[in-house]
């Protein structure tokens, strides 16, 4: 990993946790604001972890976009979790053949770039 890579993975990590010191619930209730905290940081050192072995520079690029994405998103929504992904059109198909095939192509390339760390959506 590059050294100026290194710094912005770094720092991006130090951000969010940041936010998560200081971030408060929409409700303003205590409570939601600890267990809203406490999901940023364990969800930051997840994805951190998992993503730390990773050398490809492409790969590292699109992870960086979605942290960055993740970040502006719960800012702007003043909401920690991701977004839900919706279908595209067409999105359900039959459980067999060609049309299975494309409607897997079709969600895979509709995912949005802060989703690509999550495979269950």
């Known amino acids: 990993m590059a050294l100026s890579t290194r710094s912005t993975v770094l720092s991006l990590y ?12 929409q409700t303003g209730a205590v409570s939601d604001s600890e267990a809203e905290r406490r999901y ?10 998992q993503n730390q072995q990773l050398t490809d520079p492409e790969s590292i690029r699109r992870c960086i976009e979605e942290c960055e994405a993740r970040i502006e998103i719960g800012l702007h929504y003043r909401n920690p979790y991701p977004r839900a992904a919706y279908l595209p059109p067409l999105g359900l198909a039959t459980q067999r053949g060609r ?20 495979d269950d959506t």
Do not use: C, G, M, T
Not at 108 to 118: E, I
């Open 14 to 25: 130090i951000r969010v946790f940041r936010i998560a010191r200081a971030w408060q619930a």
């Open 40 to 49: 940023i940081e364990q969800e930051a050192r997840s994805l951190f972890r």
């Open 99 to 118: 049309r299975l095939r494309a409607q897997q192509r079709l969600r895979k390339q509709a995912k949005p770039v802060y989703l690509q760390s999550h």
